[in-house]
């Protein structure tokens, strides 16, 4: 069976940084994609960024790109989400999402940065 795991979250100030993991079980990791999206109160969830297979292409929503830097270690079965300069909109529940013949959801963790 899939599992994700996020952790790494936590309450931040302005202009710091976070940096969350997502640990995969259950699958061959090397062979799928990962995404990290986003949920703030009271929104609908975004999308943040995208990892392809290794090599693969990568890609961010406008309003983290600079900022946010998605990874992965496909020895360790995990995908990170570097977060630097971070801001108060950026504050929200964070989740990594695998694809296979289905969608896999993480748990969500939780990001706050105060101003």
């Known amino acids: 069976q899939v599992q994700l795991v996020e952790s790494g979250g936590g309450l931040v100030q302005s202009g710091g940084s976070l940096r969350l993991s997502c640990a995969a079980s259950g699958v061959t990791f090397s062979k799928y994609g990962l995404n990290w999206y986003r949920q703030a109160p009271g929104k609908e969830r975004e999308l943040v960024a995208v990892?392809?297979?290794?090599?693969?292409?990568?890609n961010y929503a406008d309003s983290v790109k600079g900022r946010f830097t998605i990874s992965r270690d496909n020895a360790k079965n995990t995908v990170y989400l570097q977060m630097s300069s971070l801001k108060p909109d950026d504050t929200a529940v964070y989740y990594c999402?695998?694809?296979?013949?289905?969608?896999?959801w993480g748990q969500g963790i939780q990001v706050t940065v105060s101003s």
């Open positions: 990892i392809v297979r290794v090599g693969g292409a990568i």
């Open positions: 999402k695998m694809v296979l013949y289905r969608e896999y």
